[in-house]
């Protein structure tokens, strides 16, 4: 049955616990990359194995439709400029700094455009959710600690917020291609198979050997990553087919919760108070989001 057009206009319990499953994944693998030798050839690994198993859904799932695939086409190329954004943002910065910058922002702009864009008006409570959520993440990203080197902080805040203009970019285009597809789940199953081949070669068009030898080092290890990471954009892409796409992009940035704790406890960056009150916002946003 092919996904309706129709916005629709609440999240329920079913959305709202699987976006949070999806957001715990995400930051999961973000902290896989940040740990990594080289961020830019990691994230390139995962998204090139990830399209192996997308070759096999995709001779199972139903055809998307042409719609669905020119997005498909048109979001492949912005996630290549996602994944180099993002790679550098942690290539200067921490993971604590970095991915709430870029996740905090975006949510805020995709609720701005998806009102002229998806015709979606949030609720005042829905309003109040998705500026808690980037109230609180923002000033998660923001409480640098003092020790950390001034030039990598601006330049990892820089490139913070070119990847979240690029996230904003791949959710308004992806939301819609889900929904005008047969399924959400074919519809990620083609971006992965799109995605990892076109970022392989355009990384490994500059750092071919570099990107070999990482390879042989790392074998299929960053297979189960790339599952695991397309696994959580089809379940929000699932989710922005039965909830306002401002609503499940604000929920999913409650990953930076479980950044953080993935950060302090096993990449060992100090978190402060402040980053903490920053959490207990993004917590009072969700509620405020299921409620509305």
């Known amino acids: 049955m092919r996904c309706t057009d129709a916005a629709p206009r609440s999240v329920s319990w079913e959305v709202t616990a699987a976006v949070l499953l999806a957001a715990a994944i995400h930051a999961g693998w973000n902290a896989m990359v ?128 070119a990847t979240a ?3 904003v970019a791949y959710t308004l285009i992806d939301s819609s291609g889900a929904r005008a597809a047969s ?34 080092a790392r074998g299929p290890a960053p297979l189960a990553i790339g599952i695991a990471s397309m696994g959580a954009y089809g379940i929000a892409l699932w989710a922005m087919t039965h909830a306002p796409v401002a609503m499940v992009a604000a929920l999913r940035e409650t990953s930076v919760v479980f950044a953080l704790l993935i950060a302090g406890s096993v990449l060992g960056e100090r978190i402060g108070p402040r980053r903490w009150l920053g959490a207990s916002a993004v917590l ?6 299921r409620l509305a």
């Open 34 to 161: 940040k740990r990594g030798r080289d961020p830019l050839l990691e994230t390139t690994l995962v998204y090139a194995w990830a399209a192996l198993p997308a070759l096999g859904a995709v001779m199972v799932l139903p055809w998307p439709g042409t719609t669905a695939l020119l997005h498909v086409a048109a979001s492949s190329c912005v996630h290549v400029m996602y994944y180099h954004a993002l790679a550098a943002a942690y290539r200067d910065g921490d993971l604590s700094f970095a991915y709430p910058l870029m996740r905090g922002t975006a949510p805020m702009a995709t609720a701005i455009l998806a009102v002229p864009l998806l015709g979606e008006w949030p609720s005042v409570v829905g309003a109040f959710g998705i500026a808690a959520v980037c109230v609180g993440v923002l000033a998660i990203g923001l409480a640098q600690p003092a020790a950390g080197a001034r030039a990598a902080r601006d330049r990892a805040f820089g490139w913070a917020m």
């Open 183 to 216: 399924s959400p789940w074919a519809y990620v199953a083609w971006l992965a198979l799109v995605q990892g081949p076109l970022m392989a070669a355009a990384v490994g068009w500059r750092r071919g050997a570099a990107l070999l030898d990482h390879a042989r």
């Open 165 to 167: 203009a690029t996230i």
């Open 284 to 289: 009072g946003g969700v509620v405020a989001l």
